[in-house]
């Protein structure tokens, strides 16, 4: 019954190809997000939770159905030795017990067992799906920095590239006694930083290749398999603003953790409900048979067998228990109030986290749009050094220096498209409105 409460109780979106999300540029992430809800190992482990609160649930249950038990001994040599008796007699046994119990009245706590674990079940699944709502935007973040890692990487090795080019030139120079060993200096430290800086840079790729594997539950990325760009965005601007107005006007906004604290407070309730009704009588129907044997006279082999057939009614019935419910009443209050204030607090606090999450997703979509600005003209001022270049107005020196300039500015407007995404991501995540939940079992 894994996630089977989830369909009644969390709508989940379809997915929305029109949406700002990575996974509409990324047809590859995609695939991703979807199969890390079987095989990322925090959704193994929240899987595992909830297959042991469907055993609970099954547990909770089972005080509503009749219990059969009972108990049968065979003696094939008992030797009963009597005083009213010559001599010991050896003689074989068989006697047994055998019942059904099925509870008649317990003022309504066998019930309320029951819906307890319904409920606990659902908070698990719910716990479930809020986790796979965080991790997805974690693994969205991550894919997003690979791309840049990868930019970052090529644009070291460019920049390695373009010092051991100066420092080559600069080295015939010193050979050819053109330049000093001090002017050696500033080419071979340029050179060494580059080096150092793409070791870095390479150690840093790999790292966040193998951690995203880890967090997926998924081989190691080949760098085929990394986008080596991230698209300009801006044509997806969708109306968010009615989104949060929808959201916004609900009395209790959807989310997981809401409904969490909404069905931790029904099941204190009925805590509290068991526990007002833990020193009254509960009563039970008994259906059962039973068989002995015995011998009442001075003859041993005067025996009889005994076998009885019952039906009948028991009552059980704590009469004193130290005060211990009085204190369980008291704790299950307690943590009822606390409960409900937190529920207040979260209802309060989601329409205020929305509202700032909404001018985020402005912010960084003008932050991108300046970005995109500036890549634009970098791209033109790259196209026309490479035109002086061409006709001798500008040195190969001068369009390393542009074309270092431009990889800057290149990936500045990848991290920003890629804040924009995951601004947005989140925004839609909170409003429940991810695409991505749609990967949550039906």
């Known amino acids: 019954m894994v996630f089977s409460a989830l369909t009644a109780l969390y709508a989940q979106p379809t997915y929305n190809s029109s949406l700002p999300v990575p996974e509409t540029y990324f047809p590859a992430l995609k695939g991703i997000l979807a199969s890390a809800v079987s095989q990322s190992p925090r959704m193994v482990a929240r899987n595992a939770e909830n297959a042991v609160a469907e055993g609970n649930r099954i547990v909770m249950r089972a005080g509503l159905l009749p219990s059969f038990g009972g108990y049968a001994n065979y003696m094939p040599y008992d030797r009963q030795v009597r005083s009213d008796l010559p001599e010991a007699t050896n003689v074989n046994r068989l006697n047994y017990n055998f019942s059904i119990t099925q509870p008649l009245f317990h003022w309504g706590a066998l019930q309320n067992n029951n819906r307890i674990g319904q409920l606990q079940l659902r908070m698990t699944e719910g716990l479930t799906a809020e986790g796979y709502r965080l991790l997805v935007q974690e693994i969205r973040g991550q894919y997003l920095g690979l791309v840049l890692k990868k930019n970052f990487l090529a644009r070291a090795q460019l920049s390695l590239k373009i010092a051991q080019d100066n420092f080559a030139v600069s ?95 029904e099941v204190e309730k009925l805590n509290y409900k068991n526990i007002s009704t833990r020193l009254y009588p509960k009563l039970n129907l008994l259906l059962g048979t039973s068989q002995d044997q015995q011998s009442y006279s001075t003859n041993i082999a005067n025996k009889y067998q005994v076998t009885d057939y019952f039906v009948g009614l028991q009552l059980n019935w704590t009469i004193f228990d130290g005060f211990a419910q009085k204190g369980s009443a008291a704790a299950s209050l307690a943590r009822r109030r606390q409960l409900e204030q937190s529920f207040k607090d979260t209802a309060a606090n989601l329409p205020e986290t929305a509202r700032s999450q909404y001018k985020q997703v402005g912010y960084s979509r003008r932050s991108m749009e300046i970005a995109n600005r500036i890549l634009v003209s970098s791209t033109g001022a790259l196209r026309d050094k490479k035109a002086d270049a061409g006709r001798g107005l500008a040195s190969e020196t001068d369009v390393n220096t542009t074309r270092l300039s431009y990889e800057d500015t290149r990936i500045n407007a990848y991290t920003a498209r890629s804040d924009y995404l995951m601004k947005s991501a989140e925004f839609l995540s909170t409003l429940q409105q991810d695409p991505a939940l749609a990967n949550l079992p039906k």
């Open 171 to 265: 080295q015939t120079k010193f050979e050819k006694k053109v330049i000093s060993e001090a002017d050696m200096f500033m080419p071979t430290v340029n050179r060494d930083q580059a080096q150092l800086a793409i070791d870095r840079a390479t150690e840093d790729y790999a790292n966040i290749k193998s951690v995203f594997a880890k967090l997926c539950g998924v081989p190691v990325l080949e760098d085929s398999a990394i986008p080596d760009e991230i698209p300009d965005v801006s044509e997806l601007n969708p109306a968010f603003e009615p989104m949060l107005a929808s959201y916004t006007s609900q009395q209790e906004p959807d989310s997981y953790a809401l409904k969490n604290l909404g069905d931790q407070i």
